[in-house]
C-alpha cells in the first residue's frame, strides 16, 4: 500500500491533449508573461507554427488565481551575481530553496535574459479527512491509500465536500472545500481531454439542472509527484522584439503535488534563459458513493468560474 507515485508528464498551457498522469501550473505561464513584459516590452513576432509557443502567448495573458505573496517573479541579465539573488530573494518570500536556481546552467556570453517565477501554495482542508479503505487504482497492481469520507464518519466531514454533479459511476464531480479562499475541485471522467476542455466540462456539468445527488461516501487516493521538464519544443526557437532578437536556450519547469487527508501542497518553479542574437525570422436527495479510484482530473482554483492555477491528470497508479 501507499501513495500513487508514478511518472507525470508536466504541460506548459492547459491546451495540451493529456493521455495518462499529467500536470499543469500555472508558474510557466507566469515566467512567460514575465518576459513578455520585462524581455519583449509586449511588441514581438515569434514563430507561429509552433503551437505551444502560440498557446503560450495566448495563454499567458488570462490570469490565474494567484495571490502575490504565494509567488514570486522576476527577471534580469543573466549572472552568477543574480542567480545567488534571486535564490536569497525566494527563500526569504516564500520559505522554501529553489533547486532550478540552484542548478541552472550559467552562460558566460553577454547579453543572456533570465526570467525566473516560483510559486508556494499550501492547503489545509477545514476538517482533516479520515483514512479509508486502500484499494486498486484503475485496476493498479498495488493497493493505493485513499482518504475521505465513510458511512462511520462524523457528520461533520460530509460539510466540507460539497456533490458538483453525479452522471453515473464513471461521471461526477466534487468540490473540497480548505481553510484558504481556494477550492480543490475533482471530476471523475474517463475520456482524455485537454485540461482546458477538461475544466469548461466540469462547469458545464456542475451548471446543469440535473437533479442534485447528495455524497453517500467519498474517497481520493493519496498522491505525491516531483517532476522536472525541459520544453524541448521550445528551446532553440526565436522571438524577435521590436529592437532586439532572442532566442531560447533554456524552458523548463518543476512541479511538486502533495494530496493527503490533511491538505495538499503545491511548489512549482519555471525559468527561461534567453541569449540576445541578430538572426531574423518570422431535497430530498438520493445518495451516492464518490468513490475516485479511476481516471480523473483534479483542479485548484478560488471558484469554477476562475481560471485554475494548477490542474492534474491521473490514470494509472503504476
Excluded at 495571490?67 to 518570500?93: H, P, T, W, Y
Excluded at 499550501?122 to 486502500?134: H, P, S, T
Aim: proline share 1%.
Amino acid at each position: 500500500m501507499g501513495k500513487i507515485e508514478s511518472k507525470f508528464t508536466i504541460h506548459s498551457t492547459m491546451r495540451e491533449e493529456v493521455s495518462g498522469n499529467d500536470v499543469w501550473c500555472a508558474a510557466f505561464e507566469l515566467a512567460w508573461r514575465e518576459m513578455e513584459q520585462k524581455a519583449l516590452n509586449d511588441n514581438y513576432t515569434f514563430n507561429e507554427n509552433n503551437a505551444e509557443i502560440k498557446n503560450l502567448f495566448n495563454e499567458s495573458k488570462k490570469s490565474s488565481c494567484i495571490d502575490e505573496k504565494q509567488c514570486f517573479i522576476a527577471s534580469g541579465e543573466m549572472d552568477k551575481k543574480l542567480v545567488n539573488k534571486l535564490i536569497k530573494k525566494v527563500k526569504r518570500k516564500l520559505k522554501t530553496k529553489s533547486e532550478i536556481l540552484e542548478n541552472l546552467q550559467l552562460s558566460n556570453e553577454e547579453r543572456v535574459f533570465l526570467i525566473y517565477a516560483m510559486l508556494v501554495i499550501e492547503l489545509k482542508y477545514r476538517q482533516k479527512f479520515d483514512e479509508v479503505r486502500a484499494r486498486r487504482f484503475n485496476g493498479s497492481e498495488k493497493l493505493i491509500d485513499f482518504f475521505g469520507i465513510t458511512f462511520d464518519s462524523e457528520d461533520k466531514l460530509f460539510e466540507e465536500v460539497d456533490s458538483l454533479f453525479y452522471e453515473n459511476e464513471k461521471s461526477f464531480g466534487v468540490a473540497v472545500k480548505t481553510k484558504q479562499e481556494y477550492k480543490i475541485f475533482v471530476m471523475r471522467e474517463d475520456e482524455n481531454l485537454t485540461f482546458l476542455d477538461a475544466y469548461e466540462r466540469l462547469i458545464e456539468k456542475s451548471n446543469s439542472k440535473g437533479e442534485y445527488v447528495e455524497i453517500e461516501t467519498f474517497a481520493l487516493p493519496c498522491l505525491s509527484l516531483n517532476e522536472t521538464k525541459m520544453f524541448k519544443n521550445l528551446v532553440g526557437e526565436n522571438l524577435k522584439a521590436s529592437d532586439k532578437d532572442y532566442v531560447i536556450s533554456q524552458a523548463l519547469q518543476s512541479v511538486k503535488f502533495d494530496l493527503d487527508r490533511k491538505g495538499a501542497k503545491v511548489v512549482s518553479e519555471a525559468a527561461i534563459v534567453l541569449k540576445e542574437t541578430c538572426c531574423m525570422f518570422f431535497e430530498d436527495y438520493n445518495k451516492k458513493p464518490f468513490i475516485f479510484d479511476g481516471p480523473f482530473y483534479l483542479f485548484v482554483s478560488t471558484r469554477l468560474s476562475d481560471k485554475p492555477f494548477f490542474a492534474l491528470r491521473v490514470s494509472s497508479a503504476d
